[in-house]
């Protein structure tokens, strides 16, 4: 996936084509988590589809939910999906930098042979 400590840095255009990959990939899962809580709340709040995708947004984005919570099953749900959502950031700010991180440590430790 990355190249190895002993091969030379990829060009800078590679480079820019590896990090609009990873950023694909991440849209991808970040629209694949909003749509898991959209059709959580729809479903287990009987929320409407604008006030489902307005509280999993607010959740995933950090900020918390707008809709108080009426059902049993939608708090847990609503629990278990505030926690996913803290993990969420965090792994989808990991993809976004790893290739960064990679090429600067790459970087020097070309420089130190």
């Known amino acids: 996936m990355y190249e190895h400590r002993k091969e030379p840095l990829i060009s800078r255009q590679a480079f820019i084509r590896r990090l609009v990959s990873w950023l694909i990939i991440t849209l991808l899962f970040m629209m694949l988590s909003l749509l898991i809580g959209v ?19 607010m959740i995933l984005g950090g900020m918390g939910e707008i809709d108080p919570l009426q059902t049993p099953e939608g708090k847990f749900f609503a629990a278990c999906y505030a926690l996913y959502g803290g993990i969420f950031m ?11 991180f990679h090429r600067i440590l790459h970087h020097f430790h070309q420089e130190g042979e």
């Open 39 to 57: 059709a959580g709340y729809h479903y287990f709040e009987s929320l409407p589809w604008l006030d489902a995708f307005l509280n999993a947004a």
């Open 90 to 100: 965090i792994v989808c700010g990991g993809l976004l930098l790893a290739p960064v």
